[in-house]
């Protein structure tokens, strides 16, 4: 089993930043490329941005490319979400996962899922 704890998600004003973290244990976190998805109420869980295993590739859904970056440190288990010029649009509760193979978009392609932290972007 692998286990993911998100964390850092809070109150933020539009225009303003946060950085989300995501905390690995329980297997070997720089064999998993990572994921962070998000869902808005009402709204069903969408893919927002994702990272190799090594951190050499990084893909991001349109929506937020230019605002927000995924980076990991595979010395600490962790995987960040930089996000920058945060939207009302924005608010959501965020997912960390991870999955064994190469990038994928479709969040029933990652085995392995934290609880979720909730980021609120303000008007």
């Known amino acids: 089993q692998m286990q993911l704890v998100e964390s850092g998600g809070r109150l933020v004003q539009a225009g303003g930043s946060l950085r989300l973290t995501c905390a690995s244990s329980?297997?070997?976190?720089?064999?998993?490329?990572m994921g962070w998805f998000r869902q808005a109420p009402g709204k069903e869980r969408e893919f927002v941005a994702a990272i190799s295993w090594s951190g050499a590739d990084t893909y991001s859904a349109d929506s937020v490319k230019g605002r927000f970056t995924i980076s990991r440190d595979n010395a600490k288990n962790t995987v960040f979400l930089q996000m920058n010029s945060l939207k009302p649009e924005d608010t959501a509760v965020y997912y960390c996962?991870?999955?064994?193979?190469?990038?994928?978009?479709?969040?029933?392609?990652?085995?392995?899922w934290g609880q979720g932290t909730q980021v609120t972007v303000s008007s």
């Open positions: 329980g297997r070997t976190f720089n064999r998993y490329t």
């Open positions: 996962a991870a999955r064994g193979g190469g990038i994928r978009t479709g969040d029933y392609e990652y085995n392995y």
